[in-house]
């Protein structure tokens, strides 16, 4: 195994993961006397909030998913290295990874900053993962998109009318954030886009179904503001399965147990899963080798500073880290990253470190026809207003200049109908869609726990 050779005698800061954490943590080392290894096995920095738009057609990869390197360019103490992250020795402070090709590296702390994020969990289910695609990359993006915009394709080609209608029938499991605008998007790209783009098909025509156990969607909105989306999302077309379970997937559709505990089949062939999250597996690998524990979805339990029991020097934030509570979103990614950066610079500084105060800003949806709902310390915003302030705080938000005017652009065009991003071929769709999806090739059906629970990320 070969060291990264260490030119520097200063104090040496190990980023793992160029997510919202990890980004916010480099550039607030900008001015600090460090140098700073940023190692992330993708070479993009991706707007996980936007992936539903990239899906459906608003934008493109490339306006949501920066180049790491394009972002710290300009930033002298950051160096940004292509690997994938494999484990730790926190004794020999080392980072070992594995770059593109194979090759086996270790990388020297001082300290160390691991912002790893989470991946989709499907509750131990993964063999469903082929009928019902998660979105937490770039990838999942272009390949959910693909499905959405294929199925109306091969709806308009099939001539028996059931096989059709499941074509059109889009079922989303889980009814947070992402599922909510998910769905909202689906029903726009079929009553504004294509409407007029098919002739042997109306597009408007489609079901979108969203299914989960809850009441009402956006749960963690509160009443008055979940009732709005709910509205906005019935007026839109979209079908609420409230108080639903999916107990299971397959290619020709879900199984779903209502509250009474009776169980009914849906055939839809676009099923998204928008329900579960799991840290990443860097989360058991650091608790294996420090006396962290881990909560029930993997995160790593941390001290209210955010470093790991007996570890001061390492840092866990974002979506990896378990404290007092915190949900999965952006914001505690940004301010955890900021804070671990902090504490570096206040200790070389020989200052108290402090611990971890999040500042909650609150939270947005997107539902769909220009409307949004917003809580934002407590003042609750829906309908356009809500859109308003959503648009301004994701413009805000969003890396890159360039990519924030591209986005209102996307986002205004969007709004009359139009979706440049919708590029696939014929086998781009079959690649997309498991060949037992595709008619008169069966497929055992796989069923999950029951009691398995369909929550969204936060
Ligand atoms: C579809 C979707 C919509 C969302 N919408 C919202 C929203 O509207 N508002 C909100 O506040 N939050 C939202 N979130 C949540 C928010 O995006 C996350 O909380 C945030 O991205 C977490 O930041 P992070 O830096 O901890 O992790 P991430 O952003 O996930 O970044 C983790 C990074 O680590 C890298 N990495 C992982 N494992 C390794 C490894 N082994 N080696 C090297 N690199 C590795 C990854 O490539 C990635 O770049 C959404 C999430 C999703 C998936």
């Given amino acids: 195994m070969k060291p990264t050779p260490d030119a520097t005698p200063t104090h040496r800061v190990v980023i793992v993961g160029g997510g919202f954490a990890g980004l916010f943590a480099a550039r607030r080392l900008r001015r600090a006397p460090v140098s700073v290894t940023l190692v992330d096995r993708s ?15 608003i934008v493109s990869p490339a306006d949501i998913a920066p180049a790491l390197r394009a972002v710290f360019a300009r930033q002298r103490n950051v160096v940004v290295h292509l690997a994938e992250v494999t484990g730790f020795d926190l004794d020999r402070r080392l980072v070992h990874a594995r770059m593109p090709i194979g090759e086996e590296m270790a990388f020297g702390y001082d300290s160390l900053i691991v912002g790893a994020g989470a991946g989709t969990s499907y509750f131990g ?7 019902a695609p998660g979105m937490k990359t770039v990838e999942d993006a272009e390949s959910i998109g693909r499905r959405i915009f294929g199925a109306f394709e091969v709806a308009a080609e099939t001539a028996d009318p059931e096989e059709r209608d499941a074509w059109l029938t889009f079922a989303i499991i889980g009814a947070g954030p992402t599922g909510v605008e998910l769905a909202g998007q689906i029903r726009h790209v079929a009553t504004h886009t294509l409407r ?10 489609c079901r979108v179904l969203i299914f989960d156990g809850g009441k009402e969607p956006l749960a963690t909105f509160g009443d008055q503001l979940a009732s709005r989306a709910a509205d906005t999302l019935q007026s839109m077309g979209v079908e609420l399965r409230m108080g639903r ?6 290619a020709s559709g879900l199984d779903v147990r209502s509250a009474e505990g009776e ?30 524990e881990t909560d029930r979805s993997g995160r790593v339990k941390v001290l209210p500073d955010c470093t790991l029991p007996g570890r001061p020097e390492v840092f866990v934030v974002g979506d990896l880290m378990s404290l007092d509570g915190l949900p999965g979103v952006a914001e505690v990614a940004m301010q955890s990253g900021m804070h671990a950066a902090d504490t570096i610079k206040a200790r070389q ?33 829906s309908g356009h207003l809500g859109a308003l302030m959503w648009l301004f705080v994701h413009i805000v938000f969003l890396t890159g200049f360039q990519n924030r005017i591209v986005a209102v652009f996307s986002w205004i065009v969007a ?21 037992s999806q595709i008619p008169g090739q069966g497929a055992g059906q796989h069923h999950m726990e029951d009691d398995s629970t369909q929550q969204e990320r936060d």
């Fill in 196 to 205: 007029r783009e098919f002739t042997s098909l109306d597009p408007t025509c």
């Fill in 263 to 292: 169980v009914s089949h849906v055939a839809a062939r676009t099923v998204v899963w928008a329900a579960g999250v799991a840290a990443s597996p860097l989360g058991r690998k650091l608790a294996d080798c420090s006396n962290a």
């Fill in 43 to 57: 070479a993009n920095h991706v707007f996980q909030p936007m992936l539903y738009q990239c899906a459906t057609g």
């Fill in 245 to 250: 379970r999916v107990t299971a997937v397959d």
């Fill in 125 to 131: 289910h993964d063999e469903i993962a082929p009928y």
């Fill in 415 to 435: 709004l009359g109908g139009s979706r440049r991003n919708r590029v696939f071929t014929a086998a781009d769709l079959s690649s997309a869609v498991p060949s």
């Fill in 349 to 381: 500084r020989g200052r108290p470190p402090r611990q971890f105060h999040y500042v909650d800003l609150g939270s947005m949806a997107y539902v769909g026809a220009g409307r949004a709902v917003v809580d934002f310390r407590g003042l609750k915003l």
